[in-house]
Each structure stands twice: as C-alpha cells, then as structure tokens.
C-alpha cells in the first residue's frame, strides 16, 4: 500500500469530509489541508473527550495528531522553481479572540509553531460587525482576493468571543502547459445531459495507473504540486462509494509513466460550506456542546464551536491552477446548568486531487460534475 501511515490516515480523512458534505450528483470543492489545519488546531485547545473526537477523525486518534501535524507543516512549503513562474504558496493559522478572553499562553506557543500562525484581537463583543470585517478582510489578503468574505452577515453573534481562522492561497504552472490553441469545445456528459465544454489537449509523459474501474492521470505542475485526475469506469455517483484510503493509495503507488493523449475541461469553482452538521455526522459532537473541554486554549469553562465555515475556489486552465480556501471554527460563550500510448478522454463526472507530491497532503478534493 502507497504511502505512510499520516499520509493514509490524511486521505482516510479528506475522502469522509468529501462523502459527508458533497451531497450527490453536484460539483463539490473543499480543501483537506484547510480543513484539517483548522481542526488540528482545535485539537491543541481542547482536552478529553473534545479533543479526542477531533483527533479521531483526523488521525484516527490522539497517538496520529504528531505526525498529521508535520503533514501540515511540510506541505505549506513548495520546492524552488528557480524560473518566471514561480509557485505561489500563502498560509495564515490565525486566532481571533476577544480582548476580554483570557488565553493559555502555552496554545499561543503552539500557534506560533504552525505555518503563519499568530493571535490578533478582534471587537467580537463591542463591535460584532467589526470583527467580522477585519477576519474577512485577512482572508481576503491571503487568498489574493479569490474569498472576500468568508464570514457572511450574521456569522459573528453577540456571543462570539473567538474564532480559529486557517486560510490558504495556491498558484501554480503545469511543468507541461496545455497549449491553449488546442483547446476546443468538445462533449462532457453530465447528469443533465449533455453539454459541450472548453476542453484542453495534450500528449506527455505523465503518471497513470488503471485498476479496480478507476483511471488515474496525474499532471505535474512546479514547486512540488501535482494536480491527480481520477476518472471512474463507470456512473461516479455508483463508484465513489467504492473509493477509500486504501484503493486510493494502491492507485497512487500503481502509476506508471507511459505516453498519455490526455483530454480535460477547463473549469473553475467556487463553494460555501457549512461543516457543522458534516461534523458531526463523522462522530465529532462535543465540542459544540456545554459539555466542551477548551481548557488549553482558555481558563473560561463556557467556550464551545457554535459554527464551523467553509469555502473553497478552483480555477484550472491551460497555464496551471488556482486555488483558494479558508476555514473558520467559530467560537462562543454559553451559560453553565460543543507503455503504449494511453489515451484518456475526461468527457464525464469525474473527482480531482490538488496535492503536496512528497507528504501527499490533499490541498484541494473536487467533484466536477458540470464544468
């Protein structure tokens, strides 16, 4: 089986979130990476039961929180490109707490050890709207304006006191762009029938595997990213619940590099989510309860999650990706009683994994159904 014990543990946990929240039979966009940075957070303020269902999830317990940790750490740095098109790799942990909150000085040195981690004051009590302005306007500054407002009206409460903010900024060339005069309309078929789409052309060398009904296509792309296209044999809503860490790994171990005559649509995404209920689903419930254990991050016994907030934008074209996500733990107070040429013809329903090559963390999982 490919990879380390984290990097399973990783998609085991990218491949639930995607099960959870994406529904069926629409495009779907979240980031594992900004997810699970947000959460990994989370499991650094909390104690007991609190912390050890987040950790379960993301790691398949506490003993897995070390190392999906340095998961993290090592994939929020590219390699040097050295030419014109430098990658571009932005990103922010950040706690946002009310001045009156007392905070354990021991989780700020644990933020600071995380990539462009930092605590800053925000107004959450005095000054509701105000708060929420100054975390989306951070936000919007390392996503290179791609999510101007991850905090909608009405997201900060009168009782909001802290929010745990992980955002992430991703620019990167193919190491073999697309030629854009190959690109021509040509048929996708979608489950509303259908539709002909911009689709982009190519014949390289590229990573490919084919087994247990999936394709596998991987386009390589500077700094180290690597962009994974898995193309189902048969309808993807039938063979994605037969997609798991395992068959995932074997897929990704399994490649060769033939000559691949590959076919792809050009497309961009963008997507709110609202993981609480996903959450909670998955088994992670307490921290959104009175019962909550945020004892790490706070002596206040009254701190639960009242929200966890979403979003995620993908634009893939002929030069390379972009992509943007940001994740928001809102936080309040409650009272006390939380070979040959192979051709490869992406012409219908397919997922996409925007990934870090060397540890294998998944910084974009992406259901493109209607390009």
Known sequence: MAGSVSERAHLRFA????????????????????????LGLVTRAARGDTAGEVAGLLAGGVDGLEEQAELLRKAAVLNAHGGQDEPVLAVSNILWAWD????????????????????????FVTDPEGARARINADVARTTQDLIPELLGPGSVADDTVASIVNALYLRVGWTYPFRAEDTAEADFHAPSGTRRVPTMRQSE????????????????????????????DAELGAAESTLDEALLSDLLSSRQNP???????????????????????????????????????????????????????????ESGLEGAAATAV???????????????????????????????????????VEP
């Open 259 to 317: 000559q691949v005559n590959l076919s792809v649509p050009k497309f961009s995404l963008d997507l709110r989510s609202e993981l609480t209920e996903t959450l909670k689903a998955l088994g992670v419930r307490t921290m959104f309860t009175r019962e909550a254990d945020f004892g790490s991050l706070s002596a206040d016994p009254r701190l639960v999650v009242s929200d966890v907030l979403h979003e995620a934008v993908l634009r893939v074209d």
């Open 205 to 232: 060398q590229l990573g490919y595997a084919a087994r247990d009904g999936w394709q596998l296509v991987a386009l390589p792309a500077v700094g180290g990213v690597e962009a994974v296209v898995l193309l189902p």
């Open 100 to 123: 009156a909150l007392p905070i354990d000085t021991g989780f700020l040195d644990e933020l600071a050890a995380w990539p462009g981690g930092r605590a800053a004051a925000a107004p």
């Open 330 to 368: 809102m936080m309040r107070l409650v009272s006390m009683p939380a070979g040959e040429p192979v051709t490869v013809e992406v012409d219908r329903p397919f997922l996409l994994l925007v990934r870090h090559a060397d540890t294998g963390a998944v910084y974009f999982l992406a259901r493109v």
């Open 15 to 38: 491949l639930a979130v995607h099960r959870a929240n994406a529904g069926h039979g629409r495009d779907a966009c979240y980031s594992p990476y900004s997810v699970a940075s947000a």
